[in-house]
């Protein structure tokens, strides 16, 4: 059974950085596309970042308008982890972070949440003006 486990959420004043993790029980994680998506107070859950397989070691990134230049995407397949990278941060950037998973190459369709199958508990990001 797929497991996603996240960590390094925290409280982090304006223009600071935090790491996220997301550690994964999958056994083929290399293939899997992976993505971060956060719910702030009172508004509907929102893509943030994907990162997809595509051949051999190649992997396509994607970014919502909104964090590109400052978040990063990542993962280290020996370690089954997915990592989000974030710098500059903004107050608006305060949310609870999730980290998503599905075995499909989500080439067009990696900012639809209903394209996951796997989610994580959720991680607490708040960034203080």
């Known amino acids: 059974q797929v497991q996603l486990v996240e960590s390094g959420g925290g409280l982090v004043q304006a223009g600071g950085s935090l790491r996220l993790s997301c550690a994964a029980s999958?056994?083929?994680?290399?293939?899997?596309?992976m993505a971060w998506f956060r719910r702030a107070p009172g508004k509907e859950r929102e893509f943030v970042a994907a990162i997809r397989w595509s051949s051999g070691t190649t992997y396509y990134a994607y970014y919502t308008d909104s964090v590109k230049g400052r978040f990063t995407i990542s993962r280290d397949n020996a370690e089954n982890t997915l990592y989000l990278r974030m710098n500059s941060l903004k107050p608006e950037d305060t949310a609870v972070y999730y980290c998503?998973?599905?075995?499909?190459?989500?080439?067009?369709?990696?900012?639809?949440?209903?394209?996951?199958?796997?989610w994580g508990q959720g991680t607490q990001v708040t960034v203080s003006s």
């Open positions: 998503a998973a599905t075995r499909e190459s989500v080439v067009s369709s990696y900012a639809l949440s209903n394209k996951y199958n796997y």
């Open positions: 999958i056994r083929t994680f290399s293939v899997y596309s």
